[in-house]
């Protein structure tokens, strides 16, 4: 980027819209800005910051096939993953996993035969998170027939765009900060308000206002999290179409350097 005279946000790596004259970094904006302050240019050990999510390792390998046998819808959705012994989450996940990725709950979609492929694919590679097939519109992966695309623009060059790749629901799994944190509220922040709301209300005449006031500012703060929640990341897959000429943008590159806009096409999860 560095070649294309592009600052990109240290934080995020999208592109900079300024640099800071304390830290002397690009950042995206005023939240990344001050995220990076506070938890790397002004401590030591830096802190991981919030907006970052953890680095995992994608091991690139072709796809299982599915030629193996007979194949029962039924029995595939009711118990698409075996349990684990060794309760390895980075391995398998579970069918109450996928369920809550996708937003599959049954019953809309049982005859939706693009459905029973997406399910019967997973079920042989329930830990992918990418598929990548170039310019193979073919080989996309469709949760349903619902939410599809009409037409894909082409580039601004003149050449058509194809498929590349489809990023999968079971990224989301991997993207979870912590598995002691569920909907932005840790177990430790839920025993807290629980131990203070038993003591209000087993003596609620003898609580000091302070505290009243204290457990009722955590309630708000619990309720506020649940709504924030509700934003949080979700799709049934994404997927991702790009230039068949693999142009450079010409005239048209926006200003953006080395990179390229591209077309991205998002199927919700399924309910």
Known sequence: PETYEIKLCKVCGQRGKGVCPLQQEPFCGKLHQ??????????EP????????????????????????????EEERSAMFEADDDNDSDQDLEQD????????????????PLTDAF???????????????????????????????????DCACGAPR????????QLLHYLKLSKNTTN????????????????????????????????EKAIRNMQSKLLDSEKELDWGVVVVYTCTASCD??????????????FAWVQQSLS
């Not at 997973?122 to 009409?150: F, G």
């Open 34 to 43: 001050k995220q990076h302050k506070q938890n790397v240019f002004e401590k």
């Open 46 to 73: 830096p802190k991981p910051l919030p907006s970052v999510y953890p680095i995992h390792e994608l091991v690139v390998e072709e796809e299982p096939s599915t030629q193996d046998g007979t194949y029962n819808v």
């Open 97 to 112: 996993d996928l369920n809550a990725i996708t937003g599959a709950r049954g019953g809309d979609n049982r005859k939706d």
């Open 119 to 153: 399910f019967y694919r997973v079920e042989h590679a329930k830990d992918q998170c990418v598929r990548y097939h170039q310019w193979h519109d073919e080989s996309i992966l469709w949760t349903s027939s619902d939410n599809m695309p009409s037409a894909i623009p």
């Open 162 to 169: 194809r498929f590349e790749f489809q990023l999968m629901p």
């Open 184 to 215: 932005g509220i840790s177990q430790q922040e839920k025993d807290v308000l629980l131990a203070a709301s038993s003591i209000v209300e087993t003596n609620p005449h003898q609580v000091p206002a302070e505290l009243k006031e204290t457990h």
């Open 249 to 262: 943008g010409g005239a048209d590159d926006k200003g953006l350097g080395a990179y390229r806009e591209e």
